[in-house]
């Protein structure tokens, strides 16, 4: 049987529904679903904070099922469906690269899908929008393009992260690259990165940040302190609790009286994080927003032309990268285990607890039910 669990209205508890096993379609695999990976951009559509409702209309939505970070077996083959083509056959472990596309504009076919330039009713990305679902289910539809095959060297329960929390900060980090280069050449080899947020995607930065760049001074800020434990554990030299009332500018002073910062990577994406970062980032440095909390800055444009800084978003990764990060994780230089697993059943409870800011690490939908209620670090 298969087991789904569905979006039946706009903020409301995701519902789970039970149904026979379907056939892949022609061109496409079935695949038994292990492991889902519980990201923020889950409650942001289900809450309608992206506009999702408006632009697939609230029927089409009904009934989606979500969850973009997923791991599992190569269940059964679609007719047409050609796995040689990719190295995989059936019984593979893999990971789902979710950010497909339309698979038809210049920008995905040119390897970028992630970018795609077709207006979003066409996009195809998995647990994104009706027309992919995604891994909130025990079986997800896929075409074999989108399959990477799990190296024997990585838990699955691992895997499920690496297409969205770790290729996203990969993504992001890989952005800042002239800034490190600048920080190093500015104290001798001391560049400084400030990650705003310890959360799923910020603790991957933390290692993701000493495997790309050896020597770099990791300072990971937050509002929540019991989230710091975790951050050392991978590597953050210095933390800084930041205070959710305060100015931006007097969060930035906590990380300027240290010398501040020569690129940012911010995992929170509002406002005032943004404006923190703006203040905090050094000469030649660079900002990244990552976060979706969404929110407006202003920019000083002379400074920011006489600094010589640089502020742009990530979105995402291209599912190149997503094959770096796979290397990078299973040669070890690059290790997570910072999750707490739910049983499918209890999906709509990670999310609540996600929603609230209870979770320290990565929230992990357990269909084999393994790990269950154990945070492992």
């Known amino acids: 049987m298969q087991t789904r ?33 519980v990201c923020h951009s889950d409650l942001h559509i289900v809450n309608n904070d992206l506009g999702h409702f408006e632009t697939y209309g609230e029927e ?38 979710p950010w497909v596309g339309c698979s038809n504009c210049p ?51 691992i895997a499920c992260m690496l297409p969205c929390s770790a290729g996203t900060a990969y993504s992001a980090l890989s952005k800042i ?6 920080g190093n050449l500015r104290t001798g080899g001391k560049a400084r990165l400030l990650i705003i947020g310890a959360g799923g995607l910020g603790l991957w930065a933390v290692q993701l940040a000493k495997a790309m760049y050896p020597g770099v001074h990791v300072i990971v800020a937050d509002i929540t302190e019991s989230k710091f434990h975790l951050a050392k554990v991978y590597g953050a030299d210095e933390t800084v609790l930041w205070n959710v009332t305060a100015e931006p500018s007097q969060n930035a002073e906590a990380i300027l009286k240290n010398g501040g910062a ?23 440095g660079t900002v990244v927003v990552v976060g979706l909390s969404g929110g407006n800055i202003s920019v000083d444009l002379r400074g920011l032309i006489y600094a010589s800084n640089n502020i742009c978003g990530n979105s995402t990764l291209s599912i190149k990268q997503l094959s770096e990060v796979i290397d990078l994780v299973a040669q070890g230089k690059v290790k997570y285990a910072g999750c707490i697993y739910f049983p499918f059943e209890k999906v ?5 607890e996600l929603k609230q800011g209870k979770i320290n690490g990565r929230a992990i939908i357990d269909f084999s039910n393994n790990h269950c209620n154990k945070l492992e670090a």
Do not use: W
């Open 5 to 37: 669990a569905e979006i039946i209205g706009k903020g409301e508890p995701l519902h789970l529904v039970t149904s026979s096993v379907p056939v892949p379609p022609p061109g496409m695999v079935r695949i038994k679903t292990a492991y889902a990976g």
């Open 60 to 97: 089409r939505l009904k009934g989606m099922v979500l969850g973009h970070e997923i791991s599992g077996y190569i269940d059964d083959i679609g007719k047409g469906a050609n796995l040689n083509e990719y190295n995989l056959e059936k019984g593979d472990p893999v990971v789902i690269y």
């Open 107 to 157: 920008v995905c076919k040119g390897g970028h899908s992630n970018m795609c330039s077709a207006p979003g009713g066409n996009s195809y990305n998995t647990g994104c929008g009706p027309n992919a679902e995604g891994g909130y289910q025990t079986h997800v539809m896929v075409r074999p393009h989108a399959l990477l095959k799990v190296p024997s060297e990585i838990p699955m329960e």
């Open 177 to 182: 690259k002239d800034a490190i280069f600048f």
């Open 262 to 284: 020569d690129a940012v990577a911010d995992f929170c994406g509002n406002g005032s994080t943004a404006t923190a970062a703006m203040n905090c980032v050094t000469q030649s």
């Open 348 to 352: 709509n409870e990670a999310l609540n």
